[in-house]
């Protein structure tokens, strides 16, 4: 049985593991890595761009060409945040240069583990299971520069497509089986990272701390649920009692036609 990739204290065992980072980081970006040390919950001092931020897993190749951070987050009404992270680690290299110069290839990967509720500028819904970004400029006919390299890839295993790479599918695989199903998975084993990341988190291997420490995250990403949720529907109450109508207040607060129907019945009384 498979412990849970949607729970911080599993995702951090398997990924900061190096078979396993050197090989997701193969797959994802297509680049072979050494690293010396993989860190978690990194922050910069002095702190960068006046916010004092923190990343769940980073490293540095030992040739200190690239430096590489995996953040995984089970919501996204907090997206812009991660665009921030990438070009904070972009401009943190300013911090020791004489010049301009940055040095560092920059790589974030973001990894989703539930449903979009974000859309796009034009009300289009995100159903998308990978998006990809680098800062490569373009001329008007399309033609891409390579000048910086930097790329941010952002991973949602809950919207499967056909024309994903394998070499992804398999970790989006792992992950959406790890959380949906467990007991039952199917998973290529062929591939040696996601062998050893499955060894790390099966439920048998897991220490005794690593089971509790996985416990305490769960009973407190709960009480962060239910204390969101309670915001939405104060918020949607206020909006009812101000004449606010049924469309504006689910995109306002994310809750459903039956939630805000069943909170007007209960205002009315």
Same mark, same amino acid.
């Given at each position: 049985?498979?412990?849970?990739?949607?729970?911080?204290?599993?995702?951090?065992?398997?990924?900061?593991?190096?078979?396993?980072? !050197?090989? %997701?980081?193969?797959? @994802?970006?297509? #680049? +072979?890595? =050494?690293? /010396?040390?993989?860190?978690?919950? !990194?922050? %910069?001092?002095?702190? @960068?761009?006046? #916010? +004092?931020? =923190?990343? /769940?897993?980073?490293?540095?190749?030992?040739?200190?060409?690239?430096? @590489?951070?995996?953040?995984?987050? =089970?919501? /996204?009404?907090?997206?812009?945040?991660?665009?921030?992270?990438?070009?904070?680690?972009?401009?943190?290299?300013?911090?020791?240069?004489?010049?301009?110069?940055?040095?560092?290839?920059?790589?974030?990967?973001?990894?989703?583990?539930?449903?979009?509720?974000?859309?796009?500028?034009?009300?289009?819904?995100?159903?998308?299971?990978?998006?990809?970004?680098?800062?490569?400029?373009?001329?008007?006919?399309?033609?891409?520069?390579?000048?910086?390299?930097?790329?941010?890839?952002?991973?949602?295993?809950?919207?499967?497509?056909?024309?994903?790479?394998?070499?992804?599918?398999?970790?989006?695989?792992?992950?959406?089986?790890?959380?949906?199903?467990?007991?039952?998975?199917?998973?290529?084993?062929?591939?040696?990272?996601?062998?050893?990341?499955?060894?790390?988190?099966?439920?048998?291997?897991?220490?005794?701390?690593?089971?509790?420490?996985?416990?305490?995250?769960?009973?407190?990403?709960?009480?962060?649920?239910?204390?969101?949720?309670?915001?939405?529907?104060?918020?949607?109450?206020?909006?009812?009692?101000?004449?606010?109508?049924?469309?504006?207040?689910?995109?306002?607060?994310?809750?459903?036609?039956?939630?805000?129907?069943?909170?007007?019945?209960?205002?009315?009384?």
């Amino acid at each position: 049985m498979l412990a849970n990739l949607d729970n911080e204290v599993i995702f951090k065992k398997a990924f900061t593991n190096k078979i396993v980072f !050197k090989a %997701f980081v193969r797959d @994802i970006l297509g #680049i +072979d890595v =050494e690293v /010396d040390k993989i860190e978690t919950e !990194k922050r %910069f001092d002095p702190k @960068i761009g006046y #916010i +004092d931020f =923190e990343l /769940d897993i980073f490293a540095e190749t030992t040739d200190k060409r690239i430096c @590489i951070e995996i953040q995984r987050v =089970e919501y /996204d009404h907090h997206f812009d945040r991660f665009l921030h992270y990438f070009l904070m680690l972009i401009a943190e290299q300013q911090k020791k240069a004489r010049e301009y110069n940055i040095d560092l290839t920059v790589y974030v990967i973001v990894v989703l583990t539930a449903p979009y509720t974000i859309s796009e500028k034009n009300g289009k819904p995100i159903l998308d299971e990978v998006l990809l970004l680098n800062l490569n400029p373009q001329t008007l006919q399309g033609e891409i520069r390579d000048l910086y390299g930097h790329q941010f890839v952002c991973l949602n295993s809950n919207y499967k497509d056909k024309k994903t790479p394998k070499s992804i599918r398999d970790w989006l695989d792992l992950i959406y089986q790890s959380i949906h199903n467990p007991e039952n998975f199917t998973l290529n084993l062929k591939n040696k990272g996601i062998k050893k990341a499955i060894e790390l988190i099966s439920f048998e291997n897991l220490t005794p701390t690593e089971r509790a420490e996985a416990k305490n995250k769960e009973a407190a990403k709960i009480v962060l649920t239910k204390t969101e949720e309670n915001i939405k529907i104060e918020i949607a109450k206020k909006m009812i009692n101000a004449g606010t109508d049924n469309d504006f207040i689910i995109q306002m607060t994310d809750l459903t036609l039956e939630q805000i129907e069943k909170l007007r019945q209960e205002l009315k009384k």
